[in-house]
């Protein structure tokens, strides 16, 4: 087996372990920077390196619409096509569908729908989910799953569990939940569902663990339901998922998610939130959050963050990316992101850290305390 999982330390219920796979080891907690379209937007792959990013991931639904599978397999799949080294993720579009696509219709075998680029009619099956993300050539692939959105009723919550189990079984029976191509091994994670029900929960991973996925997610979170119930399924779901198997908390989020996820024994994470916010002049400090367009920093001649080692802190004052975003130069938004993203990656390794060290949840509380303190907006974080 080429891609493997260890895990190493524990620290309470949150996990150091390391990902092994043929395009590089991934050390865990992880967080995985968003690429959707086979792009993390405003930075170059070698940036992404700078910073220390270890895996990205990428979505089959927006990269199957364009440019097309057999045109990125054509280049040598995703890792030649985008010009990146190390592991790539792919999401299976199962939220994207739900999310995005127009007249979408769903049944048994799958969801038919509209593209939101064209109105080309499609038709994804779990099959052709998995068949897509192996030509694209992800190192880790993820079933097609039914996401509900938030409020959610049970009997649309227990439609999507049942849909979700059944199509994780048929995806599981096309290539098997790890398989070697093109030179390299892949393997295929579980997406449990159940919206807020924890019985709903308990079946969706119960059904999952019976096909024995090399890794399991967890989806339907982080789509409108208050922070407590997040958690509250998040605990609920890591307690009973298998010791040894990467776990995957999909869409999440904020620093202090990120914090709250690994307390619970999440291992891996993905946002759009430090990208997103670079790019509208907001960045993530260890006091809390910056609006760059905020006038108080127009002679903010000091860093970004003096406590930070990005490219972005050691080059540039505040008073200078303001200035960027003011005159809508390209350049406030790279620089903005390479600095968030660095931070995100930071506090990961510091996690890690402490986690080996047994002293994570001293430093959970040390973090939480500077971050919620006033930021040089004069507002508290949120």
């Known amino acids: ?115 939101h680029v064209d109105g080309q009619l499609y038709h994804f099956t779990p099959e052709r989910a998995v068949v897509d993300q192996a030509t694209l050539g992800a190192d880790i692939i993820m079933s097609f799953d039914y996401c509900t959105a938030h409020p959610c009723d049970r009997s649309e919550a227990e439609r999507a569990v049942d849909l979700t189990s059944d199509w994780a079984r048929k995806g599981s029976r096309v290539y098997g939940t790890r398989f070697e191509m093109n030179g390299y091994e892949r393997i295929l994670f579980g997406i449990v569902q159940g919206s807020t029900y924890p019985d709903l929960r308990e079946r969706s991973l119960r059904d999952l663990c019976e096909i024995d996925f090399p890794g399991y997610a967890i989806g339907g979170l982080a789509v409108g339901e208050d922070r407590e119930r997040t958690w509250e399924m998040t605990e609920r779901v890591t307690a009973e998922l298998p010791e040894g198997r990467p776990r995957y908390l999909m869409g999440m989020g904020t620093p202090l998610d990120l914090v709250e996820g690994v307390a619970r024994g999440v291992d891996m994470f993905d946002c759009v939130m430090p990208t997103r916010n670079a790019r509208n002049g907001s960045v993530f400090t260890r006091f809390g959050k ?6 108080v920093h127009t002679r903010g001649l000091v860093p970004l963050d003096e406590t930070c080692d990005c490219y972005t802190c050691r080059n540039f004052t505040r008073a200078y990316l ?61």
């Open 1 to 115: 087996m080429s891609i493997t999982f260890e895990l190493q330390h524990t620290s309470g219920d949150a996990r150091a372990g390391l990902l092994r796979t043929d395009h590089g080891d991934v050390a865990t907690p992880v967080f995985m920077p968003v690429g959707t379209q086979a792009a993390v937007k405003a930075v170059t792959p070698q940036m992404l390196h700078d910073v220390g990013a270890q895996i990205v991931l990428a979505n089959a639904y927006h990269l199957v619409l364009r440019p097309g599978t057999d045109l990125v397999a054509s280049a040598g799949g995703l890792h030649r096509f985008m010009s990146w080294d190390k592991p790539i993720l792919t999401d299976s579009g199962g939220f994207q569908v739900l999310s995005l696509a127009d007249l979408r219709k769903v049944n048994d075998d799958g969801i038919t729908f509209r593209s």
């Open 290 to 295: 910056i609006a760059l367009r905020n006038s």
């Open 322 to 382: 303001r200035h960027l975003f003011q005159a809508r130069e390209m350049l406030g938004p790279t620089l903005a992101t390479i600095h968030n993203l660095r931070f995100y990656f930071r506090i990961m390794s510091e996690m890690r850290e402490a986690i080996e060290q047994d002293t994570f949840e001293k430093w959970r509380s040390g973090f939480i305390a500077d971050y919620l303190t006033e930021d040089m907006n004069g507002a508290r974080s949120a």
